[in-house]
C-alpha cells in the first residue's frame, strides 16, 4: 500500500513566477520597499486603488497573479507571445526557463558562443 499522499502539482508559471521574483529580488533589491512618489504625505488625502489592467488578453484583472506578471513585464523579463497572450497553461521549455532566468539576473549572453545542447535551437 502506497503511504505517500499525492496532490496536484502547482501550475509551471506559478513556480516559475516565484523563482523570477526571488532573483530579481536578490538582483535589484526589493522594489516593494521602495519609496513610491505617488505615497501620500501628511497634509494630503488617499484615494482608494484601482484594480490592475492585465498586459495579456489571457490573464484576467481579477487573477491573483496578475500583479507578479505585470511587474515582470514592466522588468522586461517575460514579454509574452505576438498574439498579445501570456499562454499560462502552456508548458515552459528549457531555453524559455533559460531566458526568464538570465533576464531576471540582469546577466548577459555572447551571441558568438554556439550552444552545447543538441535540444535547443540557436
Same mark, same amino acid.
Given at each position: 500500500?502506497?503511504?505517500?499522499? !499525492?496532490?496536484?502539482?502547482?501550475?509551471?508559471?506559478?513556480?516559475?513566477?516565484?523563482?523570477?521574483?526571488?532573483?530579481a529580488?536578490?538582483?535589484?533589491?526589493?522594489?516593494?520597499?521602495?519609496?513610491?512618489?505617488?505615497?501620500? /504625505?501628511?497634509?494630503? !488625502?488617499?484615494?482608494?486603488? /484601482?484594480?490592475? @489592467?492585465?498586459?495579456?488578453?489571457?490573464?484576467?484583472?481579477?487573477?491573483?497573479?496578475?500583479?507578479?506578471?505585470?511587474?515582470?513585464?514592466?522588468? $522586461?523579463?517575460?514579454? $509574452?507571445?505576438?498574439?498579445?497572450?501570456?499562454?499560462p497553461?502552456? $508548458?515552459? !521549455?528549457?531555453?524559455?526557463?533559460?531566458?526568464?532566468?538570465? @533576464?531576471?539576473? $540582469?546577466?548577459?549572453?555572447?551571441?558568438?558562443?554556439?550552444?552545447?545542447?543538441?535540444?535547443?535551437?540557436?
Amino acid at each position: 500500500m502506497n503511504s505517500w499522499r !499525492t496532490r496536484e502539482k502547482a501550475p509551471w508559471y506559478r513556480i516559475m513566477l516565484i523563482i523570477t521574483l526571488c532573483s530579481a529580488l536578490l538582483a535589484v533589491g526589493n522594489p516593494a520597499l521602495a519609496a513610491d512618489p505617488t505615497t501620500p /504625505t501628511a497634509g494630503s !488625502t488617499v484615494t482608494a486603488p /484601482t484594480a490592475l @489592467k492585465s498586459q495579456f488578453s489571457d490573464v484576467p484583472s481579477t487573477d491573483a497573479n496578475v500583479i507578479f506578471v505585470n511587474f515582470l513585464v514592466g522588468r $522586461g523579463i517575460i514579454s $509574452g507571445y505576438p498574439d498579445g497572450g501570456y499562454h499560462p497553461e502552456e $508548458g515552459l !521549455t528549457r531555453a524559455q526557463a533559460a531566458t526568464v532566468i538570465v @533576464k531576471a539576473a $540582469g546577466l548577459s549572453v555572447d551571441p558568438t558562443l554556439a550552444s552545447p545542447f543538441s535540444d535547443v535551437n540557436d
